[in-house]
């Protein structure tokens, strides 16, 4: 006998929403015989869990949480009170559902040692033999409009450091390095133009610039309490060498790919952050300069020259989560929730609505890994938006004025 499931989506094909957003679609199941269940069941569900191990001496230590933030149970056919067995005859059936998401759902991830996960299961109940499942993802991002976070973002962004280095017996004059953004905040599809400034007054060539866009992943056990992160570079870029005894200004563009929104506050068991790292080689001495300048990534883009960001509109509830909670908790009951428009994007249309793209930096997750008779795909990536809009302009300063020049004098 076959049977087979399918879940759609109004509207939606892609399967990207947006916090606070209304879910709703179509379950079509299609059956070539008679087939018996006990009641037909949809779960939707959201979560977060972290797991991994570490080894300590002859020990390996076993580090687990669990989160939830959506759980939601519809009876399209029976119920698993009725002691009943009801019969789905052969042919197509479909069932239409809806579900309010809540307002504060962090955005879907699936990292090495946990997973932000939201997923639409439909059951067939048979206690007699096995329950069937068909499990789908869906993606569910943070609404993060960089024009309404915080004003910082829009704000240009510097940052300078100094080192000397060891030769022998002897200490280098400093190498001043300094780090210019024209803001803070961006979003995928955009360029971050880094001016960079190097003012070597060292007997020494910087021999190369490395520039890269690391994403920070910091994951959190509950049983017992602990944390690790882990460290992916999204983005790289390379700057010209610097020779001794001499100042040098560049801008370097730094593509933002596809790749999860910053997310520090709404789950206690997994923080996304990203920060700009600007490595200066000193290859005849072994050594490097590192600095580094946070960067925010968002889901909808600052407002730039003639383009208008609409803000989308307020809610007057919204899910928090409880600072002690286990499973057994239940879930808080979100009301009066305005609806949300499916258009979350800038309303000029000098920018064209996004695309949704799986970041190539990140893992697939298997979304039937609790199942043991799941049926359909396993394998599962959460869509981000990526943008094709300009990149702001660079920041010129006193010093990036000049492109390169030799060293007179040196101050700090």
């Not at 890994?369 to 799941?374: F, G, Q, V, W, Y």
């Amino acid at each position: 006998m076959v049977v087979t499931c399918e879940i759609s989506f109004d509207n939606n094909k892609q399967r990207v929403f947006y916090a606070g957003q209304l879910v709703s679609g179509c379950v079509t199941l299609k059956s070539d015989k008679v087939k018996e269940v006990q009641a037909i069941q949809l779960k939707i569900v959201g979560y977060s869990v972290t797991k991994w191990s570490e080894r300590h001496r002859a020990t390996t230590k076993l580090y687990a949480g669990r989160e939830d933030y959506l759980s939601s149970v519809t009876y399209l056919l029976g119920s698993e009170q009725n002691t009943d067995r009801l019969t789905i005859s052969a042919g197509v059936h479909t069932y239409n559902f809806a579900c309010q998401l809540p307002y504060q759902c962090p955005s879907s991830f699936e990292g090495r040692y946990g997973c932000i996960r939201y997923i639409a299961k439909v059951e067939l109940l048979r206690p007699w033999k096995f329950h069937q499942a068909y499990t789908h993802g869906f993606t569910v991002l943070k609404m993060m409009d960089l024009n309404f976070e915080t004003p910082q973002l829009k704000l240009a962004a510097h940052s300078e450091g100094y080192r000397t280095f060891c030769c022998g017996p002897c200490k280098t004059e400093p190498l001043k390095m300094e780090l210019h953004l024209p803001q803070a905040g961006y979003v995928p599809g955009q360029r971050i133009p880094v001016t960079v400034v190097v003012i070597n007054n060292t007997g020494v060539a910087v021999s190369e610039l490395r520039l890269s866009l690391v994403m920070l992943i910091r994951y959190f056990s509950v049983t017992p309490e602990h944390s690790r992160v882990e460290r992916i570079v999204v983005s790289k870029a390379k700057g010209d060498s610097v020779l001794r005894q001499s100042t040098r200004s560049m801008t370097i563009d730094l593509l933002v790919p596809a790749t999860p929104p910053t997310c520090l506050s709404l789950c206690n068991l997994i923080q996304v952050a990203y920060q700009l790292e600007v490595e200066a080689l000193i290859k005849s001495l072994r050594e490097q300069q590192v600095m580094t300048m946070p960067v925010t990534i968002g889901t909808i883009p600052l407002a730039v020259a003639g383009v208008v960001v609409q803000q989308p509109p307020r809610r007057s509830a919204h899910y928090e989560a409880p600072s002690n909670r286990n499973s057994n908790d239940e879930l808080p009951i979100v009301t009066a929730i305005a609806n949300v428009p499916n258009q979350l994007t800038p309303s000029s249309a000098d920018i064209p609505p996004p695309a949704y793209e799986e970041s190539k930096y990140t893992v697939r997750g298997n979304i039937n890994e609790e199942e043991l008779h799941a049926f359909g795909a396993n394998e599962f990536a959460p869509l981000y938006p990526i943008y094709s809009m300009p990149s702001p302009k660079p920041v010129l300063t006193p010093n990036s004025r000049n492109i390169g020049y030799i060293n007179q004098t040196f101050e700090k």
